[in-house]
């Protein structure tokens, strides 16, 4: 079971990326969907969050710019992000509680880098 995020990249501020992440593997069950983030020298926090019945819940400082979504048939959480600010800098993670058939883990996507510089 893995997670391969994509859609990185550079972006001047005010515009927009979107972000996917897909699940891969035996997988029996996708519970919660997140994406976090984490910036040279930062700690790695938590962006969005979405259920597998797409309750979605947002950290503050992206509230009103970024939507998450997931499209169950796919196994794919999305980050759309608008209004970037280079404060968005950072490489953003994929992660989600799944499940092979023996219980539910965290797997984490290998990242990807998010530039947001004129």
């Known amino acids: 079971v893995q997670l391969q995020a994509s859609g990185g990249g550079l972006v001047q501020p005010g515009g927009s990326l979107r972000l996917s992440c897909a699940a891969s593997g035996r997988i029996f069950a996708i519970n919660d969907m997140y994406w976090y983030r984490q910036a040279p020298g930062k700690q790695r926090e938590m962006v969005a969050a979405?259920?597998?019945?797409?309750?979605?819940r947002y950290a503050d400082f992206v509230k009103g710019r970024f939507t998450i979504s997931r499209d169950n048939t796919k196994n794919t959480v999305y980050l759309q992000m608008n209004s970037l600010k280079p404060e968005d800098t950072a490489v953003y993670y994929c992660?989600?509680?799944?499940?092979?058939?023996?219980?539910?883990?965290?797997?984490w996507g290998q990242g990807t880098q998010v530039t947001v510089s004129s």
């Open positions: 979405i259920t597998a019945g797409s309750t979605a």
């Open positions: 992660n989600a509680e799944m499940s092979s058939g023996n219980g539910f883990s965290h797997y």
